[in-house]
């Protein structure tokens, strides 16, 4: 009997299941070096993140109030780690500067996956005077109350059609730019005229292949898709493998997550496929590589970062490693899951606040929300990935479009993919 993957793999991205776990892919939790040039080049010399890093005293102006809503306890949408990584992220810069010298007081209202749930985290939030709204993973925000409050809203990680033109800001753009990422590292790097797809086959991995087949589609690249279960034997993913290279495609792109990244790099290997394939940052995490060894030759992490040590990776570890519970060098952004969402939310954030109070303006949520907006120049926090909010005209609320590339060198290392240093995704946006 086939072996079914699953056991070694740390089960931290669950929920959503693919449709969210790609834009963790559009995240770079720690300063990787390189340069913010959207193009096809290895000799650019452009800037990166001009990180400002937290103080270290603590804030002495007037307290900022801030609401998140987060979706937990419902089976299949239950994401504690958001809250719990941001809370603990805001109690470390309540003690080293606070939100442009403010300190923080986070109220939290936990939404169940329903319109009617999150129209009462609003009411509720609404009610205890925030002036910021931050969203982890909801599906039903209620923009109409923030508007009517004129309470600004900003979010992490666009998830259903409407958030992409709603009224707030997402700092990553979801499904909808990291599959044009995709077409784009396809259609102008690897100049793929044909692609083979593997996706397990339920509703979060059909959202995103359907993402990607649109992002194809305006690329003018041909594409055949093969599905499974989520999880399947080895004997099932080398079938998958196989049926997707049958007709000796340009290139494979992988949407399985966990167990499944295992599972399809062990299939591919043993039936000695050489076709490149693009996967997300999921499949870049430590558990995987370790488990699957030189079979990850060939593969490409879209989102994925190197593994450096940087002041903003030493700060990542001391505000995470105590609730994480794991040694603080295992701590990296592929080892985040969904948590890594209200980690990197918060730091952009106080990152940009720190600039504004820098530059004498004063720092609320309506001003916070109008300098991310405008400003040009701006970064994740720590990352090589450039801010520019609105640039797509059809994604209004969407400010991160283009996307880090490595792929894998042997020996358990990853570095950046030749000749690539961003993949703009704006392109090849349906």
């Not at 403010?102 to 509720?124: F, N």
């Not at 049958?246 to 990244?261: E, I, M, R, T």
């Not at 990542?316 to 519970?325: A, C, F, G, V, W």
């Not at 991160?400 to 690539?420: I, N």
Request: charged content about 20%; aromatic content about 6%; proline content about 5%.
């Amino acid at each position: 009997m086939g072996q079914v993957y699953g056991s070694s793999v740390r089960k931290v991205h669950r929920g959503v299941h693919v449709m969210a776990l790609l834009a963790v892919a559009s995240l770079t939790f720690a300063a990787c070096g390189g340069s913010s040039d959207s193009k096809d080049s290895s000799d650019t010399t452009a800037p990166v993140s001009d990180t400002t890093v937290p103080a270290s005293d603590a804030p002495t102006g007037v307290e900022m109030k801030i609401g998140l809503v987060n979706t937990e306890g419902t089976p299949g949408l239950d994401f504690p780690d958001i809250r719990r990584f941001m809370s603990a992220t805001i109690d470390y810069l309540n003690l080293h500067g606070g939100m442009g010298n403010r300190p923080m007081k986070l109220e939290t209202c936990v939404a169940k996956g329903s319109p009617e749930t999150s129209q009462v985290c609003a009411q509720e939030l609404i009610g205890k005077g925030v002036e910021l709204v931050l969203l982890g993973l909801d599906l039903f925000p209620d923009y109409k109350t923030y508007g009517a409050a004129n309470v600004p809203v900003i979010g992490v990680l666009p998830i259903l059609t409407p958030d992409y033109t709603a009224d707030a800001l997402f700092l990553t753009g979801g499904n909808a730019t990291t599959m044009g990422a995709f077409a784009a590292l396809a259609k102008d790097h690897f100049k793929a005229k044909t692609i083979g797809i593997v996706q397990s086959d339920n509703a979060g991995s059909n959202s995103t292949a359907a993402s990607l087949m649109a992002a194809l589609d305006v690329a003018g690249i041909k594409y055949k898709a093969v599905k499974g279960g989520d999880n399947e034997t080895d004997a099932g993913y080398q079938g998958l493998m196989r049926e997707a290279a049958k007709d000796n495609p340009d290139l494979l792109v992988s949407l399985y997550a966990d167990a499944g990244c295992i599972g399809t790099m062990r299939g591919r290997a043993s039936l000695g496929i050489k076709i490149p394939v693009i996967t997300t940052s999921i499949c870049a995490d430590k558990d995987v590589l370790d488990a699957v060894g030189e079979d990850a030759m060939g593969w490409v992490f879209a989102g994925a970062s190197e593994d450096k040590d940087t002041p903003e990776r030493a700060i990542m570890r001391e505000i995470l490693q105590p609730i994480m519970n794991v040694p603080a060098e295992e701590i990296t952004g592929a080892s985040l899951g969904l948590g890594g969402l209200g980690y990197l939310q918060i730091m952009s954030l106080v990152d940009y606040a720190n600039q504004m109070q820098a530059a004498g303006t004063e720092v609320t949520g309506a001003s916070l929300y109008s300098y991310l907006k405008t400003t040009k120049g701006l970064f994740l926090f720590g990352g090589i990935q450039p801010i520019d909010c609105g640039a797509a005209p059809k994604y209004p609320a969407v400010c991160s479009f283009s996307f880090p590339m490595l792929e894998y060198k042997g020996a358990g290392k990853l570095g950046k993919l030749e000749g690539v240093d961003l993949v703009d995704s704006t392109p090849y946006l349906p």
